[in-house]
């Protein structure tokens, strides 16, 4: 499987900042996900990632607040801007691999917005 | 979109007991079932799955059951051992045949030496 590498692995914030997460994976991928996962919740999609095209949004997640990049087929970003207390999660990517729905996840980025 | 449910939320068993975690799902087209294991610090790892067309599945002490006419699917964990403590969560596709997933809950199962 896919090994997929996330910088930061955590960080503290100051509220009003901006933060950018980078996904690197050691394969060429089609699609990338952006999950969060809230303290102590389940995982939530935010958006895909599509190289080549723009990223398409879950239903309360916006393009202003959570803007993604994806330059290539190995890498993408995910940008919290403007953060508050209430962005602080674990954010995680994840790249499917194959026609059968098998997703890896990287170990997650957990930022603390103070 | 299709919805999953996920009980209990935290399970203890004694060592060496079994453990079960059941998972509802409301799409009847859905057709592939992951279980997904985090432990502290790491992201989910995929532990096993299984697809509508067959109606249970094994790896060594993992097993996952399908009942697609009640639409649930359920882990079992046989022989339960110290590293088996972990968050479980179970995972239909947001829409069928796509990448996409909705997680279940999780279950945090904490297995008593």
């Known amino acids: 499987s896919a090994v997929i590498s996330q910088k930061p692995s955590r960080d503290i914030c100051q509220r009003g900042t901006s933060l950018t997460i980078q996904c690197q994976v050691d394969?060429?991928?089609?699609?990338m996900f952006w999950y969060r996962q809230q303290p102590g919740q389940s995982l939530t999609l935010i958006a895909t990632a599509n190289q080549g095209s723009e990223a398409t949004y879950e239903s309360g997640f916006v393009i202003d607040k959570f803007p993604i990049s994806r330059p290539n087929l190995t890498f993408s970003t995910l940008t919290v801007s403007n953060m508050s207390p209430e962005d602080s999660s674990i954010y995680l990517c994840?790249?499917?691999?194959?026609?059968?729905?098998?997703?890896?996840f990287g170990a997650g980025s957990r930022l603390t917005v103070l | 979109g299709e919805n999953v449910e996920q009980h209990p939320s935290t399970l203890s068993v004694q060592e060496g007991d079994s453990a079960v975690i059941k998972c509802t799902y409301s799409d009847s087209a859905s057709n592939y079932f992951p279980w997904y294991k985090q432990e502290l610090g790491k992201g989910p790892q995929l532990i096993i799955d299984i697809r509508s067309n067959v109606g249970e599945k094994k790896d060594q002490r993992i097993a996952v059951t399908l009942n697609k006419t009640a639409k649930h699917f359920s882990l079992h964990i046989t022989e339960t051992q110290p590293e088996d403590s972990a968050v479980y969560f179970c995972?239909?596709?947001?829409?069928?045949?796509?990448?996409?997933?909705?997680f279940g809950q999780g279950t945090r199962l904490t297995i008593n030496p």
């Open positions: 994840s790249v499917g691999q194959g026609a059968l729905n098998v997703l890896t």
């Open positions: 394969s060429q991928v089609t699609m």
């Open positions: 995972a239909a596709p947001i829409i069928q045949g796509a990448q996409k997933l909705v």
